[in-house]
């Protein structure tokens, strides 16, 4: 282990550097309070003029690199008189400070500043969604939540199911992150949405780019983080929050409820969380009709339990997710002739009524996370932190039945997948920092009942670090890893009724580069170049079957080859008191990009003739722009505006990428009121968004042509009322204010009916605490 | 590269030593069982004026382990001409034994089916289709060319309220001589019946080869 992380150092840290640099020399020593010679802790010793800098450990102890010659240090503590000291620099010394209480009273304090995320790359772009802007999203689906997100779109089922998609890519490339967990369930359908309950999250945050180097070649196009809010540490505290969503088009009623605490003195540095949701909704309307069995219900549950020391955690954390989902009636087709002739109407053809009830078809989705985490600090600028993680994710699809009495799924799979990860932070006082890490993934399926994805062991192995560099204006970043996967599927051969055992194995490196300079404090230029890679997943491998609901059977394909993408982005940030712009170019380059393509023959089933889907492999590339404006012409009033832009083009067939998100713009005004007698922080607000017509869609592919554009008006007022000092926060969204028909194209239910109409959101959010 | 790649199998062996502690996964593979089989759909006539005129036709589904088509075949049906023919439709799953009578599966819960069928040339070109039940209703009637001189009637009918038809039991009556193929489509409608083609889809949908002479 030391030998591998001293291989990473000189791989990727310091040496590369190194050479260049003046001989530097360490300074070290401790900051204590003169009168009672009480070490200070927290208190920052810098070089003024550099970005050399660092505040005391807990024993009130410094250490910092300066390079031969005068040096200026720079010594402050709140309450304290600043010390200023000048020496010269020809060896390593030991400065120690002794402060003497300022005798001034601190009249006012003013914190103006923006906790800067920690970003696991530091070059790449991240976008958080917290605050108001999360609360605005309870009660819907992950892969909604995040539409907010320039780049970031979603790939629909019908209005209940979603999934992310970044810059274009989405399924198994985008890996999503529960309480620092990778989910693991089962990314091979479309119609799969996360498992993951968003009441969970303090915070969302979203990596577009190719984050393998970090998280594993899963990462290949971007990150959701899914993060609850750390636990508390105030001994003796109980907390809790009630949160509550009602919705006028589904009528879902969704209620969530936390409990969370720290232990008394006796127990100090034990704290907990539990946390559960209860959602449930019946059938979704168009501005015209009623989708019919777009029902859902859903139960989640999380608990955590943590022990904090000084120097070293332990946190265990389980979670499970429970969800029931109907899938739309009329989307059911049993042949291409029905398909077609369901495309030709456009509309369900039988009027529903409201109702809660869910009927076949419909899939249950049930996901457990269980985890245990702990970290140690070996020094105050490093840590060795642990995780193992065991997750079950068990899905059943119930498909209509006709033929049969039987009341089995048609489909059931249970996959099992356990996880463990080591990782090593650092940082020295030289602009140094960085992270190495070692992953390990065991996972296997078990199904039941008709045949799709086969039985499968599978054995990840990885290793990576990361190295950060950060000097004057500049911040170099540099990153590689190496993966490893063992595959053994259990295919079922039928002509011979036995199992074949087949075992693949795949490597290879992804590596990151990046730099940001800082133009001005304002104004700042990121450049990233990410090199990853993906090996086939088992459903591109090995999925033979019929896959309901648009009349095709997918064959998979055993000789795919790991697709390798190139990715490079160029990022324009600018924020000051009344502008924030961010402006991102991206160009990737996807080397075998798996995907599904229609074979032009058809599979002869009992219910009629089915297209054949085979997977395959081509060079394309995406490229595209996402610009992110906020202006704050005043202190109450905010005009927000975003555009996404995004070109796909199949380079192997000389034709445009199918279902590429077509251009997207979204541009808001909030006004912030302020107080309005007994209505405190009253804020209005609407935007619209305007998603084009995808022009750029490959012909005689899909089965329709891509639907034409719409512009959607949502708005909504938010408030907070004050009842035996408890905080009572509200929030009315209207979204569809205008009922308008359309069409998404990247719903794959859009085929035969129209996307909801308008709904009227209520929130309500009451934190409190308990004494 | 040396030591890295010897670190990584030292973590392949402990990633499978705690993971032969749970190795469920492996090679426990159920049964396939499929919801639903249907291998054999066909006709049975029998000549309202002569019970010996018993014609038949039978279309199989050959099946692989996993309960896939792998191919198919049918015998054709021959009838004579101006004539009348009282019909039963026939449904089996011969995977199974004794073999099961997939009809009557379906007679039992006949509300959420119903039976459409099709006339058609041999020559696509001259492809005919009724509009009004039990045809499958589609483009207007061209009647360039010769075509199967056939006209189908249901004569069962369900519980709903109104009671609708079902097609498990039907009449033919046969015109002058020609040759075509007849499609028969089983379309499955769960709360949605109506006495149309459009809800649902469909559960199967075959061809035979008739001729009348």
């Not at chain 1, 906790?115 to 999360?134: P, R, Y």
């Not at chain 1, 009253?682 to 089965?703: C, K, M, S, W």
């Not at chain 2, 459009?198 to 080869?209: A, E, Q, R, Y």
Request: hydrophobic content about 35%.
């Amino acid at each position: 282990m030391r030998r591998l992380l001293l291989l990473f150092f000189i791989l990727f840290g310091k040496y590369c550097f190194s050479q260049t640099s003046p001989a530097q020399y360490l300074i070290s020593g401790r900051v204590r309070d003169k009168k009672s010679q009480s070490p200070l802790s927290a208190a920052s010793v810098t070089i003024p003029g550099t970005t050399t800098g660092i505040f005391t450990s807990n024993k009130g102890n410094y250490q910092l690199k300066a390079p031969q010659g005068i040096v200026h240090l720079h010594c402050e503590y709140v309450g304290y008189i600043t010390v200023d000291t000048t020496f010269t620099v020809n060896q390593n010394k030991v400065i120690n400070f002794d402060l003497i209480p300022s005798d001034k009273e601190l009249n006012q304090v003013n914190v103006r500043a923006t906790a800067i995320a920690h970003k696991e790359i530091a070059t790449q772009n991240m976008t958080v969604i917290q605050g108001s802007d999360l609360d605005r999203t309870r009660g819907l689906s992950l892969g909604d939540a995040l539409k907010s997100v320039t780049g970031v779109t979603t790939f629909q089922t019908g209005p209940s199911i979603s999934k992310p998609v970044i810059h274009g890519l989405t399924g198994s490339r985008v890996l999503i992150l529960n309480n620092g967990v990778g989910l693991q369930a089962q990314q091979w359908g479309q119609e799969h949405a996360p498992e993951i309950d968003p009441f969970i999250a303090n915070q969302i945050e979203v990596i577009k780019g190719a984050a393998g180097i970090r998280y594993g070649a899963d990462a290949l196009s971007g990150v959701v983080s899914v993060n609850p809010k750390p636990l508390p540490v105030d001994t003796g505290s109980m907390n809790g929050e009630v949160n509550a969503v009602g919705m006028t088009n589904s009528r879902l009623g969704a209620f969530s409820a936390m409990l969370e605490g720290a232990m008394g003195p006796k127990l100090a540095g034990l704290s907990y969380r539990l946390q559960g949701t209860v959602k449930r909704a019946g059938n979704t309307s168009t501005p015209d009709y009623i989708l019919g069995n777009t029902g859902l219900a859903e139960n989640d549950f999380s608990a955590a339990l943590q022990y904090h020391h000084k120097n070293y955690c332990i946190e265990g954390y389980y979670s499970y997710f429970d969800t029931k989902l109907g899938i739309q009636y009329d989307t059911e087709v049993g042949s291409i002739d029905d398909l077609q002739r369901k495309i030709a109407i456009g509309h369900p053809v039988t009027n529903y009524d409201f109702t809660y009830h869910i009927d076949r078809p419909y899939q249950t989705v049930s996901h457990e996370t269980a985890k245990a985490k702990g970290f140690i600090n070996i020094s105050d600028s490093s840590k060795i932190s642990l995780q193992y993680a065991y997750q079950v994710n068990t899905r059943r699809e119930f498909e209509p039945l006709s033929l049969s009495s039987s009341l089995a799924p048609s489909i059931y799979l249970q996959i099992h997948t356990s996880t463990i990860e080591a990782n090593y932070d650092h940082k020295d006082g030289a602009g140094f920092s960085g992270t190495v890490g070692l992953s390990g993934m065991n996972q296997g399926n078990v199904r039941m009942y008709g045949y799709l994805i086969p039985n499968f062991v599978d054995y990840d192995g990885g290793a990576y670090a990361i190295e950060r560099y950060s000097r004057g204006k500049w911040l170099l970043e540099a990153g590689g890893r190496y993966d490893y996967r063992w595959l053994r599927a259990y295919v079922f051969d039928d002509n011979v009724d036995k199992i074949n055992t087949t075992t693949t194995t795949y490597s290879g490196i992804s590596a990151t580069g990046g730099a940001t300079y800082h133009i001005t404090n304002d104004f700042k230029l990121t450049g990233n170049y990410s090199a990853a890679f993906r090996p086939p997943s088992i459903n591109e491998l090995y999925i033979d079957g019929v896959h309901q609901s648009i009349g095709e059977f997918e064959i998979g394909d055993i000789n795919l080859k790991t697709e390798r993408a190139n990715n490079f982005s160029l990022n324009l940030n600018y924020s000051n008191h009344w502008l924030a712009a961010e402006l991102e170019g991206y160009y990737n380059k996807i080397n075998d990009f798996i995907f599904e393509e229609p074979t032009g023959s058809y599979y002869r089933a009992r219910s009629g003739a089915l297209l054949k889907f085979q997977y395959t492999q081509a060079n394309v590339y995406f490229r595209g722009a996402d610009l992110n404006l906020t202006i704050r012409p005043t202190d109450s009033l905010e005009i927000s505006s975003k555009t996404s832009l995004i070109y796909a083009w199949n380079e192997t067939i000389h034709d445009y990428l199918i279902y590429t998100p077509p251009a997207r713009f979204q541009n808001g005004i909030t006004y912030h009121f302020g107080n309005v007698g007994i209505f405190k922080n009253v804020a209005l607000g609407a935007e619209n968004i305007y998603v084009a017509r995808q022009t750029h869609a490959p012909t005689g592919y899909d089965f329709a042509p891509p639907p034409g554009a719409y512009s959607l008006y949502n708005a909504h007022v938010d408030f907070r009322l004050l009842l035996n000092h408890t905080y009572l926060d509200f929030d009315i969204a209207a979204v569809n204010l205008t009922n308008v028909s359309y069409k998404d194209y990247l719903d794959r239910f859009r085929y035969f009916a129209n996307e909801p109409g308008r709904n009227i959101i209520f929130r309500l959010r009451v934190p409190f605490k308990i004494k | 590269m040396f030591k890295l790649k010897h670190s990584i199998y030292a973590l392949l062996g402990t990633a499978l030593f705690y993971a032969s502690c749970s190795n469920k996964a492996e090679q426990a593979v159920a049964p396939t069982i499929a919801n639903e089989q249907l291998t054999s759909a066909g006709l049975k006539l029998t000549n309202q004026a002569d019970p010996s005129d018993a014609p038949s036709c039978l279309y199989r589904f050959h099946l692989d382990n996993k309960g896939n088509v792998t191919s198919t075949d049918s015998t054709s049906l021959n009838l004579k001409a101006n004539a009348k023919y009282n019909v039963q439709v026939v449904m089996l799953d011969t995977t199974q034994t004794p073999t099961f009578d997939v009809a009557a599966e379906i007679k039992d819960r006949a509300n959420y089916h119903l039976l459409f069928f099709q006339p058609t040339p041999v020559a696509q070109q001259s492809l005919v289709f009724g509009n009004t039940s039990p045809y499958i209703p589609g483009t207007a009637p061209s009647a360039t060319g010769p075509y199967l001189n056939l006209s189908v009637a249901r004569t069962d009918q369900d519980t709903n309220n109104p009671p609708l038809q079902v097609g498990l039991a039907d009449v033919f009556t046969t015109g002058a001589a020609s040759t075509g193929k007849l499609r028969v489509v089983l379309r499955h409608q769960p709360n949605a019946k109506n006495g149309t083609f459009d809800p649902g889809s469909s559960d199967l949908d075959v061809n035979f080869i008739v001729n009348i002479k």
